[in-house]
């Protein structure tokens, strides 16, 4: 059974840091690309950053780049999301996923999902 | 930026069929992906590469897609459909995802 598990969230003020951390089980976790995706409460779902499966290839939204890291230890069968420079409206509800590619397309779409913490950034 | 854009709400009487469409101008050559978000959980997906449906999704749920249109069907909607559904897809570049804005069905 897939199973995302997500740890490490909590109440920071602005310009404070946050580490998420996303363990994986249940499949071959080097082999697959991972995603982080938040939602502001009462909003909707709001990509934020993608890794590919070997840490090739990293992409982030807009309104996170130069803040936040994503990145992967295969070894541990874990993703992370390094949160820094925190705003008011980084809080959200963070999500990590599983990515699926699509062959031959290249495109990738999210099939399971983490549980879901919550940051809550507030002075 | 590229946006996907969806109708913030759409409600239809228990049975009827409830359609929620999704624009964005790469669709005709992106595919298009719908999650439900039920309160409180994380989202599910119930359509991908446009008109797929994953095992264990009613039959009720479809998707389709034309032009710069993307649309999820719920054919005889009942009322634990009742939730939010967003689009996705990608950029251009196929670097950057996104998600529509998200609909509220209510049924």
């Known amino acids: 059974e897939v199973q995302l598990v997500q740890s490490g969230g909590g109440l920071v003020k602005p310009g404070g840091s946050l580490r998420l951390s996303c363990a994986a089980s249940g499949f071959t976790f080097s082999s697959y690309s991972m995603t982080w995706v938040r939602q502001a409460p009462g909003k909707g779902l709001e990509w934020v950053s993608s890794i590919s499966s070997i840490s090739t290839y990293i992409y982030y939204a807009d309104s996170v780049k130069g803040r936040f890291t994503i990145s992967r230890d295969n070894a541990k069968n874990s993703l992370y999301l390094q949160m820094n420079s925190l705003r008011v409206e980084d809080t959200a509800v963070y999500y990590c996923?599983?990515?699926?590619?699509?062959?031959?397309?290249?495109?990738?779409?999210?099939?399971?999902w983490g549980q879901g913490t919550l940051v809550t950034v507030s002075s | 930026s590229y946006e996907l854009t969806q109708p913030p709400s759409v409600s239809v009487s228990p049975g009827q069929t409830a359609r929620i469409t999704c624009s964005g101008d790469?669709?005709?050559?992106?595919?298009a992906y719908w999650y439900q978000q039920k309160s409180g959980q994380a989202p599910v997906l119930v359509i991908y590469e446009d008109n797929k449906r994953p095992s264990g999704i009613p039959e009720r749920f479809s998707g389709s897609s034309s032009g710069t249109m993307a649309t999820l069907t719920i054919s005889g909607a009942q009322v634990e459909d009742e939730a939010d559904y967003y689009c996705y897809s990608t950029d251009r570049s196929g670097n950057h995802r996104l998600f529509g804005g998200g609909t509220k069905l209510t049924v």
């Open positions: 790469a669709l005709p050559k992106k595919y």
């Open positions: 996923a599983r990515d699926v590619e699509v062959v031959p397309v290249a495109e990738y779409y999210l099939d399971y």
